[in-house]
Structure formats: structure tokens, C-alpha cells
């Protein structure tokens, strides 16, 4: 490839499925390398396998790739409306040789999805290319195959980032361009698409490096320049296989419903498995600007949720009240719940927003939060007072009472007030604060992790707080 030639990347999912991070890793990728170029990104909907690609699921991609700001910098091509313009091109390539009829039968199994290769009958089995068929055979369906060039040994590309890769052409064997059926194939029909949407540099997972030599022959044959290759190593899951729903969630649709935030997600992707130097969080300007293939490793990469969990609660530390309401809007996109509206029946904005303050100090995902918020909302269902055991003394219900009472006469139920009278009360009793606290803390949110105990007093107010201690006064008398 020219090296002036303006940089014309492109993403190419099939609407068969949500769209999952694997894939929408790929597009990230591809996306930094037309920014940092200065190139196009460009967006084909792969959607000529009819049976399996449904409107649901290309809705549900778009809007992935809408959430992730990754929509094309031109129109989206759909590869379906082009199909009359493949079989134009095969056509011609028939008339030359270079493909020719194929009358076996397809095996069963015709399509391995996931290669998205043909398991036609094994060409050594298959005969068709050494006979001629009269014109009343041809009226019959058939597959064409793709006559190999045998005349070297091997096929060899440069991958940018696996470097040379070299592979014997007696390994492979004349596929098939276009079924029975009459529908061409991937491998057929992404060259075609990708010589005419002028894409310069073909990015895309490592599960289609053994279909590059294949696609090579095609491009050899139309006369048309090979592009650069780039194949990403895959996600893996925490045994080393692909990232599937028993390691964690691999649609990026459910990531959006968790509460992850769209720069989260997008760092994380990034980072797994591209590397600048120690640095975990990047502005998209700094991505773009930093983005290579020298620093993608070369090994699959492992998923880590609990590292995503924490990237996204630096994300959420970053945002502002507004930013947190709207992030609210994607965790409900589905329709089953409305979050946001349970909130606001629960809290006025005021306590909203302490709220938030408060939890977003260790927050891993804004449904977490909300749901954290509405549960806050109401007393604890039940106290276990083996949670708090370690911190309970003969003297608990003393300590609580002597609390309960000091606090009910406060004007201003603040925290450094609240915090105040805790120090005072303990000292008194010779006790440290957690031997308040703790309790304290399972009387209001019936657990013994929370933010600040004396913040959220303040938020739920005098009557509700005694309300909840007085319960738990109960308990312990009884205990
Ligand atoms: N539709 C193919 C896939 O989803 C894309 C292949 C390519 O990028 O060449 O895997």
C-alpha cells in the first residue's frame, strides 16, 4: 500500500447477536487507527447470512456503538444491498476460470459460524473442477469454487502486528465462493466490499487469520492491492478460553445495564492488551494521540471485571450530579425498571445529591449505587446481629441509648454534630467509635460496609434515624 494513501479503516459486525466486547473491542481499534491517522472510519453491516441476522439485533449493535460514540464518519454500507454486484463479480471471474461449478453435496454442517468458513465437502474428495458440464447441468443449483493458484508454495502476508505470516498453499483447498443457494460467501464477498469501500488496512480478530490467504487469492485475482492485514489477539476468560457468559457478560448491551459508563468501558477495552507504558486512564484525546499496533500484545488477554469495576468507579468519582441522573437513563434503556423514578419518589434532590456524594466514593457501577440508594431508602427487613458480633458488648444497649438520647434533643442533625456527640458518648464509656459505629451503621442499612455513617444520619433525618436505632435497641435487649 502507498504510504500517502489517506487511511480508510472500517468495523464489519453481523447482526447475529448483541453486540459483544470482543467485537466491539475491534471496533475501538479500529477506530483509534483512523483517528490517530487522520483517516475514516467506516461502519458494514455484515448481513448477508438471512437466517441468522434479525432487526433486534442490528438495533441493539447500532445502539451499542451509538453509546460508545463509535458510529461511522460515513454512511453505513449494508452488505446485502450490494449481493446483485457480487454476483456480478463472480460471474466474471466464472467466465475467466477462475472459479468454477461445484455439484457436490454440502455436509451437513455447511457453515461454521464462528470461522465463518464453508465446510464444503473436502476439495481431495471433490472432482467437479477436471469435469465439464453441459449447459442442462448448469441449470441445475450449484456452488462455485475458487480455483487456488497452485503455482507457489506459499501465500505470505505481513501482519502489523503478528509480523510475517507464512502459509502453505497445499493447505488450502478451493473453497467455495457462492452456496448452493446462491449466496456468496464471507470470504467472497468481504473483499469485494472492502475493495469498494477503498479500505486501506483490514483490522479485525485473529479467529480470521486463516481466511486472509484465501481473501488474498481474491484480491490477486480482481487485480486490486492487497490491504495491510492487522489481527487482534482475542479476550480470554479467566482459564484462557474465549470470553464467554460463563466467565462474565459479553455483550456491551449488558454492560450499559450494569451502570459501567461509556469512557470506562472504552479504556478498559483499550488497555486490555495495548499498552502505554504503567498508564491505566487515558482521555480519548490521549488514546488517539498514543495508539500504535507496536504496543498490542501479542497473546490473548485476560478479562478482569474487578479491574473494569474499578476503572469505572474512577469514572464515576469524575462525574457530577447531572452526569450521574443521565447515567441513570442507561441502566433503565431496557424498559423493565425505572430507576431513576423509584429514586426521586424516595428522596428529594437535596438528599440525592449527598447521596451520591457519599457513594460514589467506592462505587464499582452506578446500578450498584442506585440500588444501594433505594435500599437506603427504607429500615433494614432484618438486623443479623452476627454481622456486628464482634463489636457488641454488655454495655451495647448503654452506648446506643446513651447516643439515642443525646441526639434527640440536637437542633442541627449534622454530621460533624452527629460525629461529635459519637466521640463524646464513647469516651464516656471507655469504647472506641466502631463499637458505635458498626452497630450503628447495621441499624440503618442492615450491613456493616456503608459510607460514613454520621453523612447518611444526616441525609435520613432525626425521625427515621431513631426509628432504625430504636429497633435495633430492641434486638439487643432481647438478644
Ligand atoms: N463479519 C465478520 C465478523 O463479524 C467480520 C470479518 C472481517 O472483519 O473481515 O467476524
Given at each position: 500500500m502507498s504510504k500517502n494513501k489517506k487511511v480508510r479503516v472500517r468495523f464489519a459486525p453481523s447482526p447475529t447477536g448483541h453486540l459483544h466486547v470482543g467485537s466491539v473491542r475491534v471496533a475501538i481499534f479500529n477506530w483509534l487507527f483512523a483517528r490517530h491517522h487522520a483517516g475514516t472510519y467506516l461502519v458494514r453491516i455484515e448481513d448477508t447470512d438471512q437466517e441468522r441476522s434479525t432487526k433486534e439485533f442490528l438495533d441493539s449493535q447500532l445502539s451499542s456503538l451509538k453509546w460508545l460514540d463509535l458510529?461511522?464518519?460515513e454512511h453505513i454500507l449494508y452488505q446485502l444491498s450490494r449481493i446483485e454486484e457480487h454476483k456480478k463479480v463472480i460471474q466474471d471471474l466464472l467466465e475467466k476460470n477462475i472459479v468454477y461449478p461445484c455439484f457436490c453435496e454440502p455436509s451437513m454442517q455447511t457453515v461454521d459460524y464462528e470461522k465463518k468458513e464453508e465446510t464444503y465437502v473436502e476439495q481431495e474428495q471433490c472432482t467437479c473442477k477436471h469435469k465439464t458440464f453441459s449447459a442442462d447441468d448448469l441449470k441445475q443449483p450449484h456452488a462455485l469454487r475458487f480455483a487456488v493458484p497452485r503455482g507457489v508454495k506459499t501465500v505470505e502476508f505481513d501482519d502489523a502486528i503478528r509480523g510475517k505470516i507464512c502459509v502453505d498453499?497445499?493447505?488450502?483447498?478451493?473453497?467455495?465462493?457462492?452456496?448452493?443457494?446462491g449466496i456468496p460467501t464471507y470470504n467472497f464477498v468481504v473483499v469485494l466490499d472492502d475493495i469498494f469501500m477503498n479500505i486501506t488496512h483490514v483490522i479485525r480478530g485473529e479467529d480470521h487469520i486463516s481466511n486472509t490467504p484465501k481473501q488474498m487469492f481474491i484480491y490477486n485475482a480482481l487485480g486490486a492491492s492487497v490491504p495491510v492485514f492487522a489481527h487482534l489477539p482475542l479476550i480470554l476468560g479467566s482459564l484462557g478460553n474465549r470470553l464467554s457468559k460463563r466467565d462474565a457478560a459479553v455483550s456491551v448491551q449488558d454492560y450499559k445495564r450494569q451502570g459501567f459508563l461509556p469512557g470506562a468501558l472504552f479504556n478498559y477495552l483499550v488497555r486490555l492488551g495495548w499498552s502505554?507504558?504503567?498508564?491505566e486512564i487515558f482521555t480519548k484525546e490521549e488514546l488517539v494521540q498514543f495508539f500504535d499496533f507496536d504496543h498490542i500484545g501479542k497473546k490473548g488477554a485476560i478479562f478482569d471485571i474487578k479491574k473494569l469495576e474499578w476503572l469505572n468507579g474512577v469514572y464515576i468519582r469524575a462525574m457530577d450530579f447531572d452526569d450521574f441522573l443521565r447515567a441513570i437513563d442507561d441502566i433503565d434503556d431496557n424498559g423493565d425498571h425505572d430507576h431513576k423514578e423509584a429514586l426521586i419518589a424516595l428522596w428529594e434532590r437535596e438528599q440525592l445529591e449527598k447521596l451520591f456524594e457519599q457513594y460514589k466514593?467506592?462505587?464499582?457501577?452506578i446500578l450498584a449505587m442506585v440500588q444501594d440508594m433505594l435500599s437506603l431508602g427504607k429500615a433494614p427487613k432484618v438486623l443479623d446481629l452476627g454481622l456486628i458480633q464482634k463489636w457488641i458488648t454488655d454495655q451495647s444497649v448503654d452506648l446506643l441509648v446513651s447516643f439515642e438520647r443525646n441526639i434527640a434533643t440536637l437542633k442541627r442533625f449534622e454530621h460533624e454534630i452527629l460525629s461529635g456527640v459519637a466521640k463524646t458518648v464513647c469516651a464516656e464509656f471507655e469504647k472506641k467509635l466502631v463499637c458505635l459505629a458498626q452497630p450503628l451503621r447495621l441499624a440503618l442499612t442492615g450491613k456493616t460496609v456503608s459510607p460514613g455513617v454520621f453523612e447518611l444520619m444526616e441525609v435520613l433525618g432525626k425521625e427515621d434515624v431513631l426509628e432504625r436505632l430504636n429497633v435495633l435497641i430492641k434486638k439487643l435487649q432481647e438478644h
Open positions: 458510529m461511522p464518519d498453499v497445499d493447505q488450502i483447498n478451493d473453497f467455495i465462493v457462492m452456496r448452493k443457494d502505554h507504558g504503567d498508564q466514593a467506592r462505587a464499582t457501577t
